[in-house]
């Protein structure tokens, strides 16, 4: 069983940074592909970037490319979003989630079923 944390998510100037962590408090967490999602009042969630179970192949969309990098810790049952040169646009409810789908591009998990879903950090740009 997959139970995940969210932390890290609070209010910066735009420019800034944060990192959001993602614990797992269940035992199978390395059997998963993890993934960091944001929602906007009246929008879908969007996939921000996800990394294979491997903690090698990483995938982001376009707005996080350059700025945002997405890491695991399979040994803390952690997955991890540094989100650097913040910009207003940013601000959304994020959301770490777990998939058993096998992929290794943007458009794969785009498509795939996420099973386990955190609560939700918000995260806040004004400038």
């Known amino acids: 069983q997959v139970q995940l944390v969210e932390s890290g998510g609070g209010a910066v100037q735009a420019g800034g940074s944060l990192r959001l962590s993602c614990v797992d408090s269940?035992?199978?967490?390395?059997?998963?592909?993890m993934a960091w999602f944001r929602q906007t009042p009246g929008n879908v969630r969007d996939i921000v970037a996800a990394?294979?179970?491997?903690?090698?192949?990483?995938v982001y969309a376009d707005s996080a490319k350059g700025r945002f990098t997405i890491s695991r810790d399979n040994a803390k049952s952690t997955v991890y979003l540094q989100m650097n040169s913040l910009k207003p646009e940013d601000t959304a409810v994020y959301y770490c989630a777990a998939t058993a789908f096998y992929c290794v591009n943007y458009d794969c998990y785009k498509g795939a079923r996420f099973d386990y879903w955190g609560q939700g950090t918000q995260v806040t740009v004004s400038g």
């Open positions: 269940g035992q199978t967490f390395i059997h998963y592909a």
């Open positions: 990394i294979h179970r491997d903690g090698v192949r990483t």
